[in-house]
Nanobody, 120 residues
C-alpha cells in the first residue's frame, strides 16, 4: 500500500490550501489526516468514513478544514481555509483499519507527509 500526499506549501495567515492523498495497492477505505508540528506529537485533524457519510474533526480545525474524497480515484482531500500560523505542520494522510478514529494506532498505512507553513 502506498499513500502519496501533496498540496502543501507556504501561505499567509487567512489563506487556503488543498491537500490531496492518493492511495494505491489496496482497497480504498476510511481515511484520516493528522499533523505534526516541530517538537510536538502527531495529532488528529480529520477523518472520513469510506462512504463519506461520516466525518470528524479536531476542535482546533472545526469550521475551517473540510475532509472529502473521491472513491473512484482512491483519493482523499483536506481543504484548509482561514489558516493560522499554529496550523504550520507536516500533514499526513493515513488509512484507517479500526478503533478510535482520533488515535494514530487506528491507522496502519501512512503517507510521507506534506509540509504546510503559515506565515503571520
Amino acid at each position: 500500500v502506498q499513500l502519496q500526499a501533496s498540496g502543501g506549501g507556504l501561505v499567509q495567515a487567512g489563506g487556503s490550501l488543498r491537500l490531496s492523498c492518493v492511495a494505491s495497492g489496496r482497497t480504498f477505505s476510511a481515511m484520516g489526516w493528522f499533523r505534526q508540528a516541530p517538537g510536538k506529537e502527531r495529532e488528529f485533524v480529520a477523518h472520513r468514513s469510506w462512504s463519506g457519510g461520516s466525518t470528524y474533526y479536531a476542535d482546533s480545525v472545526k469550521g475551517r478544514f473540510t475532509i472529502s474524497g473521491d472513491n473512484a480515484k482512491n483519493t482523499v482531500y483536506l481543504q484548509l481555509n482561514s489558516l493560522k500560523p499554529e496550523d504550520t505542520a507536516v500533514y499526513y494522510c493515513a488509512q484507517y483499519f479500526g478503533g478510535s478514529y482520533y488515535r494514530t494506532q487506528s491507522y496502519d498505512y501512512w503517507g510521507q507527509g506534506t509540509l504546510v507553513t503559515v506565515s503571520s
